[in-house]
């Protein structure tokens, strides 16, 4: 199965994607489902315990608060993908975007189709149909992107972040461009990794660049030390 | 190789902070949409070079990802706004109406065959009406009255409203969407629908409520059918493009497809939102005469051709 494709471009240089998988799609979707979750719960209990309207249908003024509760819950994906040209809360925090097949922003009708089809990829229960759909297609696309024209794909931010990094770090350091790229995505990944891996990896890449230093002095380094002497080894 | 990127790197980072603040931007200037231009080639250059020198390295991702970024940047289309609202209503619904058509007449027809089926069965086996209604509605009829008579005192108009165009719109939603199974799952809502309208008026016509019942759907009933049925077609036009592609791939037809007929099914939702309002707040209540609940359904079925035919938002 393709995790990558290949777009063409106007400047002859393709264009390469980088696919989300049915984990980074349920991932954001997790995420999204409780932002929207939450919010339409405590918009709820705001109007029933703040503003005294009812909640229960049957009462008079239960459209003020039953109706913006049902408009987040269920216009929350097209409204916030209208919106943010094709990304939500939870894209954006698990890192995909979505995009059309030739690598561009999705336009609107290609949006409001993407979410028509909600309907039927959520049958019979959980995104079963939608699930199965990604996992048997070739760009890991449920059916309302099938119809859309769209395709999820990671949006490697911290990647292009670290382009800004790069001009003074390599006209800082003395340190080979590989290892340096290396040493920058751990020290950029350091709060991520668990105490014992960044502390393996951390002391496996001083050993390994600065070959005489002492291994036994390495390893006695708490976790800020080796953090400060990484950054130093980066920075020559 | 360290040269280049330190010569190279000072542009990056400025492209990195004015792409990040271009992708959250509503409009951009013409200036720097020449800009982001210039920049795409520029990166394009750069990306080729770093893919050749530097494989699978940070820089190349990184490159990749400007490069992916300013892509989707600079093919993005305008929001249409109320003009792109106007087109839609003026070319895009009317082409897909007429497009339509026939499609629409036989699921009429459908809807037709299926009421009568639906009438047949419950008039020679009337038990099987609890295959249809629940018991309470069952009850309520054969005490003589309509299970939506005092509808108001239990519910508020409102609230009603808002839960029959909710209904409404995903019975729709659901009439197109299940054309995706080769058109078969719109046929079976099409029909289902049917025979739940005809065992429903075999019931009532049972007990002498027919007229009740009528006088109850005529203001939103027109419409609200019309739509279940256009979406039907619209529908089965979605199967056809998978059982009989057009284009090259049954990908490429059926998303052809999606798109064609995807604004006549935004227009339905706005017609079923109407209905919606007009079934919480008319038809529950007995002091509209049978003659304006006529009127109403006629006038918001006209409302509905013309719409469709594109005549209102003439040029």
């Known amino acids: ?17 980088n696919i989300a998988g049915p984990g980074n799609r349920s991932y954001a979707f997790a995420i999204d489902w409780h932002i929207r979750a939450l919010i339409a719960a405590a918009w709820l209990l705001f109007a029933t315990y703040v503003l005294n309207l009812g909640s229960s249908p049957k009462s008079p003024d239960a459209l003020l608060s039953l109706l913006p509760a ?5 216009l929350y994906h097209p409204i916030l993908e209208l919106a943010m040209r094709g990304r939500t809360p939870g894209k954006r925090i698990a890192g995909i975007r979505i995009v059309t097949r030739s690598g561009g922003t999705p336009a609107t009708t290609a949006l409001l189709i993407r979410n028509i089809f909600r309907l039927i990829d959520s049958l019979p229960a959980l995104y079963m ?51 340096l790229e290396l040493v920058d995505q751990v020290l950029e990944r350091w709060h991520s990794l668990g105490p014992d891996n960044r502390k393996q ?35 020559g | ?32 949409a020449l800009g982001a231009i210039e920049a795409y080639r520029g990166v394009a250059r750069d990306l080729a070079t770093a893919r050749r020198l530097v494989p699978n390295s940070r820089t190349t991702a990184g490159l990749e990802a400007l490069y992916g970024q300013l892509h989707a940047l600079i093919s993005r289309k305008p929001r249409g706004g109320l003009p792109g609202l106007l087109d839609l209503l003026r070319v895009d619904i009317p082409q897909a109406a007429a497009e339509l058509r026939s499609r629409m007449v036989s699921m009429a027809l459908l809807m037709t065959a299926g009421a009568a089926a639906g009438w047949w069965l419950i008039s020679t ?32 108009s409102s609230v009603l409203s808002i839960g029959i165009l909710a209904n409404n719109i995903s019975v729709s939603v659901l009439a197109f969407c299940a054309g995706i199974f080769f058109g078969l799952g719109t046929f ?12 429903t008026f075999a019931f009532v016509s049972q007990h002498g409520l027919a007229g009740a019942l009528f006088t109850f759907i005529i203001a939103h009933g027109p419409v609200e059918l019309s739509v279940i049925c256009i979406a039907g077609a619209a529908g089965t036009a979605l199967g056809e493009s998978l059982i009989r592609p057009a284009l090259a791939t049954r990908r490429d037809s059926f998303q052809a497809c999606a798109h064609r007929l995807g604004p006549l099914l935004l227009l339905c939702a706005a017609l079923l939102v109407g209905c919606g309002f007009i079934e919480g707040f008319i038809s529950p209540d007995p002091s509209f005469p049978l003659a304006s609940r006529a009127t109403i359904g006629a006038l918001y079925f006209t409302v509905m051709c013309i719409l469709m035919s594109g005549r209102l938002f003439k040029r």
């Open chain 1, 129 to 179: 149909i939608g699930l199965i759909a990604c996992f048997v297609t070739a760009n890991r696309i449920r059916i309302g992107d099938m119809a859309a024209g769209t395709l999820l794909v990671l949006d490697d931010t911290a990647a292009a972040k670290s382009l800004t990094r790069l001009e003074t770090l390599a006209a800082g350091s003395a340190l080979p461009l590989d290892a």
């Open chain 1, 201 to 235: 990896i951390a002391a496996s890449l001083l050993a390994r660049l600065q070959p005489g230093v002492d291994a036994a002095g390495i390893a006695a380094l708490d976790d800020s030390q080796l953090h400060a002497k990484l950054t130093a080894v980066m920075r």
């Open chain 1, 1 to 17: 199965m393709d995790e990558t494709i290949s777009v063409q471009s106007v400047t002859g240089v393709d264009l390469t994607l």
């Open chain 2, 188 to 199: 079976y809502l099409i029909t289902f629908n049917g025979v739940m309208l005809g065992a």
């Open chain 2, 125 to 156: 086996y009337p038990s099987l009406i609890s295959l249809f209604a629940g018991p309470a509605m069952i009850a309520h009829v054969e005490e003589g009255h309509l299970w939506t008579e005092g509808m108001l005192n239990v519910v508020p």
């Open chain 2, 1 to 32: 190789m360290r040269a280049w990127i330190i010569a190279r790197a000072g542009e990056w980072r400025g492209l990195v902070q004015s792409v990040s603040e271009l992708r959250v931007q509503r409009r951009a200037t013409v200036e720097q």
């Open chain 1, 70 to 74: 049902a408009v987040i819950y269920f």
